[in-house]
Structure formats: C-alpha cells, structure tokens
C-alpha cells in the first residue's frame, strides 16, 4: 500500500500544540507491527512526536525480512512503505515529527524497559514472537535432524542467528535426507514443504534473495517425500487456498501432491453449507488428483507434468498426533510413532493412544506457530504476560492484577500471539496507535526526564540504507534482489561500529 494512503486530508495542525515541546513514542520492534504503529503515528498524530523504533538486529523489518518466504517478494513490498515513512520524518528532515531508529539495541538487555517507561509518553511493546513452541514428547530437544518451523525458515532466510556455515541446519548431513516429516499444516509447514520440494529448480530459486549456503545445503538432499501431519481432518486444515495451489502447482516440475481418499471424501463434505473458500479448496483437490487430461478446468491444466512421471511427492496426512522421536545410537533421527485420532462431534481431538504407527523420516520439523515470551523485567514490573502474549485490552498493557499499566502499550504478534497476516497486523497496528493518540492528546504535558542512550552500539536508519544498498549491489551481481549480511558482526564492520 502506498505510504500515501496513510496520509490523511484530515491531518491537522492542532494549534495547541505548536510548541517546540514534542512527546515521546518508544516502539520496540520493527516488525510490520512495530512500523506500522510508527507511520500511523506519524502520519495522523495531532501531538507533535518524537518517535524512536527501537531493534534488536542491526536491520529493520521482522519476520518481513527473515519469516516471508524468498519467492513471495511481492509480499515485501510493505518495506518500501516503511521505508518511505522513515525518510519523510527522519531527524534531519523538518517534519512536524522527528523518527529514529536504533537498531541492534535489545530492549530488556542492552536498555531497560523500566528507563522507556521512565522518560517515554508512551511505550509500545511490537517484539513479535521469537521463541518456538514445543509438542512436549520424547526426543524432541535431543534428536539431531529435528528442527522447529523457526529454526529452518530463519536458517533459509538468513538471519543473523541462525545463518552462519557453523550453524546446525548447515552442517547437518542433507545428503542423507529422502523422507520428510513436518508437523502442522498452516502457511509456515506449506512455506517449509515448498522450498524442501523445489530448491533445486533454479529457475524458482536463483533469482531470489534465500540464504546460499542453505541453498547450497539443501541442494546436496535427495528429497523424495515431504508429509505434512495434522492432528486435525481435512476440514480443518490452517493453510489457506494459494499457498495450497502453489505446492499443487509443482507437478510441472514432476512434483506431485497426494492426500489419501480416507482423508478427502466427497461425500462426507458438507458442501451445501460450505464457504466459498472451502469449495475452492475441494475443486483444487478434485482436478489437481485427476490425470492431466481429464481435468475439467483450464485453471488446472497450465502446465502438464513431466512426461517421465513425478520424481518426488508431497502428502496432506491427518488425523495423528506425534507420540515420540526415535533416534539411533549416535542421537540421529530414524523415524516418528504417532497414535491415530478422531475428532468428537464438538472438534476435539480424541487420541487412539493403541492405534499407533511408525514414519521413517530423516529430518522432522515442528510447525507450530512461533512461541513468545516475557522480557525479563516483567516480573519486577508486574507487567502481565498470558497464554503466549503480552496481557492486554484493546492494546493496553495489563499488569498482573488486571490493572492497565499507564503509557505502555503492545500491538502485533505479541500482543495477540502468531497468527495474523501482514494485512491484520497493519489493522491490529493502526488500532492501537489511535488508542497512543488519543492518550496523548488528552494527557499530562511531556515527560521531563531524558532517556540516557550513552554506550549503546546501535545502527541508525542511515546504516541501514548502507546495509540495504550493499546488499542490493551484491545481489545485483547475481541477479537477485538482495544478498544478505549473513552476521551481526559483519554488518557493524560493514557500517563501521
Ligand atoms: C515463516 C513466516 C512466513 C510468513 N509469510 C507471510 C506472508 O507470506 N504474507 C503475510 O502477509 N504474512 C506472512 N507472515 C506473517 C507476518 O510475518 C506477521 O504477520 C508479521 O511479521 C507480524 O509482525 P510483528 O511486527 O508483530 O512481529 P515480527 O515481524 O516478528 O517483528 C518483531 C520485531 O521485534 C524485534 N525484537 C524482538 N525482541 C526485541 C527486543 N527485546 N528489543 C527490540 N526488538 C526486538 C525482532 O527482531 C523483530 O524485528 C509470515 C510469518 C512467518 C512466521
Ligand atoms: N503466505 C502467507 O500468507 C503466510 C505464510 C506463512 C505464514 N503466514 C501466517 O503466519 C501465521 C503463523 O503461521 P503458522 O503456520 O506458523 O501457524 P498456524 O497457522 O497457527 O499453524 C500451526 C499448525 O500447527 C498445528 N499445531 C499447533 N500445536 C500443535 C500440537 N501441539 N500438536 C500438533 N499440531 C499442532 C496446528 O494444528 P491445529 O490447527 O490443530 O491447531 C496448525 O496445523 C498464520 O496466521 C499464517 O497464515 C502466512
């Protein structure tokens, strides 16, 4: 969306506030939930602000950078608006706002949230979720070749922490891998099975910004099967319908989906009350499992399937819970028990603890949604910190009786935990920005204490156009978009900190 569109004709210059006294905004995070708070706050604030976005990588943009997966560049296009936004209002430029952003700063360790809540006017908690939540069964934390969705998508995606040749996703032996397992069927689980399935198609891959060593990696694995395994039954699948028609659409290239007939019946469908989405989702179904030719829909048959037949398979399992890992003597993953569910006329999964089975995989990765948690001063602060998200109403904070805590604020993944597209959390955003803005319309006069910043190493908005522009220019030389800084430390040498 162009930053234009934030730019209401109703922004006025509130005469009241023509002082020279501005309020200030921290924002932790720059995810889109962070950015998007910032440029609504920037665009529609009648209080003159002064808005810092606060990082804890050197560079901007949360999982828009290293979670949006390297063929949906298009998805990215929000950075441009961010972008946009942090040069209209950057500190040397005039605005009625001023914006700085400091990265490679964590809030809670290199800078206490206690100072923010100190000297700030308002805070906004925009931390997203970076931990992992776990199944809870034998084997998960020792097996090596079981990864979590977090693990593998930041590893491809090249971010700081996971990306290096010395990490465990780069020295696992790829070669090795034929069979893989993947719990959960949301976007991620698809995201991950795609680029599992297809990284050796250059023409899908090269000219994208994904990690190269992961690349390189992944290209050494003779991937024949990837099964995505649901604790649910079809109906309940999470992915939605283009991420499914997208993997669908692999079988030009001889990768072929499968989902058993015990799974998909038609005539156990309600069809009469079904959405119109659903009813897209079983077309796909109903073509893409005939043969070529007797498809019925020239939307399913752009691209015949190699003459030569598929040479790998993707498969939607459901209705199973993970039971255990098993591993060999050396601590390697051999394969994956599971016991068969049902599901209760109310939804609930019901385990058939005796019905069990065993999947022989070679690498398992855990596709549960990403995990959250507190910053490490919530307990002295008694900020509240529930069911894997900040404790909240409506954006404002809550401590742990129930009380909103004055000034402090959360929007995005961490403030209503990881499920929510790029396009919710910009509304989730906006929200809780005006909620910001009608507190400091109406509230006390600006903090007088000043926020102490001495001894950080932090990256401004100006080290990271560097960053960005020399990541263009070694992209360029491969045609890619970009080539990533694959460490923290080389991004500070680069900029010189
Ligand atoms: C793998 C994956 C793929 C996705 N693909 C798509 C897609 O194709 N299309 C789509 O619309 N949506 C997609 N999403 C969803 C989208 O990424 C989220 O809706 C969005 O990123 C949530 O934004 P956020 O700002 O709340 O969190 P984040 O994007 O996680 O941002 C949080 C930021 O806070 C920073 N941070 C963390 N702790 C601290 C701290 N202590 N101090 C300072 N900074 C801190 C982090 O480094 C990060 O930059 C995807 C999500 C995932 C996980
Ligand atoms: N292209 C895109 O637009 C895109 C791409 C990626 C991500 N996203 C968005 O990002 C958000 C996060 O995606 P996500 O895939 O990480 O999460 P998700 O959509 O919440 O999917 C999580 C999956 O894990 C399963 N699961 C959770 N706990 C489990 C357990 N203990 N045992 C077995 N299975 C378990 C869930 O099953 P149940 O359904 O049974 O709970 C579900 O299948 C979503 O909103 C997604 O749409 C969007």
């Known amino acids: 969306m162009p930053w234009t569109l934030y730019k209401s004709p109703t922004v006025r210059i509130g005469l009241r506030f023509l002082s020279n006294t501005r309020k200030s905004v921290s924002v932790v995070g720059s995810g889109p939930s962070g950015f998007y708070t910032v440029c609504r706050l920037l665009a529609k604030s009648?209080?003159?602000?002064?808005?810092?976005?606060?990082?804890?990588?050197?560079?901007?943009?949360?999982?828009?950078?290293?979670?949006?997966?390297?063929?949906?560049?298009?998805?990215?296009?929000?950075?441009?608006?961010?972008?946009?936004?942090?040069?209209?209002?950057?500190?040397?430029?005039?605005?009625r706002h001023t914006f700085k952003f400091m990265g490679n700063v964590s809030i809670g360790k290199d800078l206490k949230l206690r100072d923010l809540l100190d000297t700030q006017d308002a805070v906004i908690l925009s931390y997203g979720c970076s931990g992992d939540h776990k199944l809870g069964i034998p084997g998960e934390d020792s097996t090596s070749g079981v990864f979590t969705s977090r693990e593998f998508v930041s590893w491809y995606n090249g971010h700081p922490e996971f990306a290096g040749?010395?990490?465990?996703?780069?020295?696992?032996?790829?070669?090795?891998?034929?069979?893989?397992g993947i719990i959960g069927n949301g976007n991620v689980a698809l995201d991950i099975a795609r680029v599992l399935l297809s990284n050796n198609i250059p023409q899908l891959w090269s000219s994208?910004?994904?990690?190269?060593?992961?690349?390189?990696?992944?290209?050494?694995?003779?991937?024949?099967?990837?099964?995505?395994i649901a604790r649910r039954d079809f109906s309940h699948s999470k992915f939605t319908n283009k991420e499914f028609r997208e993997l669908w659409e692999l079988e030009r290239y001889g990768i072929q989906g499968i989902i058993k007939s015990e799974f998909f019946k038609l005539e156990d469908l309600d069809m009469e009350n079904a959405d119109r989405v659903f009813k897209r989702r079983v077309e796909m179904i109903s073509e893409y499992s005939l043969p070529f030719n007797q498809r019925t829909k020239k939307n399913y048959k752009k691209h015949h399937p190699p003459e030569s037949g598929p040479t790998k398979t993707w498969e939607m399992d459901y209705l199973k819970t993970p039971l255990a890992i098993n591993s060999n003597s050396q601590g390697d993953l051999e394969s994956l028990t599971l016991c068969r569910n049902s599901l209760s006329p109310s939804s609930r999964v019901e385990q058939h603890s005796s019905e069990t089975l065993t999947?022989?995989?070679?690498?398992?990765?855990?596709?549960?949604?990403?995990?959250?948690?507190?910053?490490?001063?919530?307990?002295?602060l008694q900020i509240g910190f529930v069911k894997n998200r900040v404790a909240n109403a409506n954006g404002h904070v809550l401590d742990t009786n129930g009380g909103i805590v004055p000034g402090l604020y959360?929007?995005?993944?961490?403030?209503?935990?990881?499920?929510?597209?790029?396009?919710?959390?910009?509304?989730?955003?906006?929200?809780?920005?005006?909620?910001?803005?009608?507190?400091?319309?109406?509230?006390?006069?600006?903090?007088?204490?000043?926020?102490?910043?001495?001894?950080?190493?932090?990256?401004?908005?100006?080290?990271?156009?560097?960053?960005?522009?020399?990541?263009?220019?070694?992209?360029?030389?491969?045609?890619?978009?970009?080539?990533?800084?694959?460490?923290?430390?080389?991004?500070?040498?680069?900029?010189?900190?």
């Open 410 to 497: 959360a929007s995005g993944w961490i403030r209503k935990g990881s499920s929510g597209v790029i396009a919710s959390t910009m509304s989730d955003a906006f929200e809780v920005a005006d909620a910001v803005m009608a507190d400091l319309e109406s509230g006390s006069p600006p903090k007088a204490r000043e926020l102490k910043t001495q001894g950080l190493n932090y990256t401004t908005w100006e080290d990271w156009e560097i960053i960005d522009k020399e990541e263009k220019r070694r992209g360029m030389q491969h045609s890619k978009p970009r080539q990533k800084f694959l460490s923290v430390s080389e991004m500070l040498s680069f900029v010189k900190k």
């Open 359 to 380: 999947y022989n995989v070679d690498v398992l990765i855990t596709s549960l949604g990403y995990g959250s948690s507190p910053l490490h001063e919530f307990g002295p």
């Open 208 to 228: 994208t910004d994904i990690n190269p060593v992961a690349l390189k990696a992944l290209n050494q694995a003779p991937i024949e099967t990837v099964k995505m």
């Open 165 to 180: 040749e010395n990490d465990k996703l780069t020295s696992f032996p790829w070669s090795k891998v034929r069979n893989v």
């Open 46 to 95: 009648e209080v003159p602000l002064n808005v810092t976005l606060w990082e804890k990588l050197p560079v901007p943009f949360g999982l828009s950078r290293y979670g949006v997966a390297p063929d949906h560049p298009e998805v990215k296009n929000c950075e441009d608006t961010f972008s946009r936004c942090a040069q209209e209002f950057g500190a040397s430029s005039g605005a």
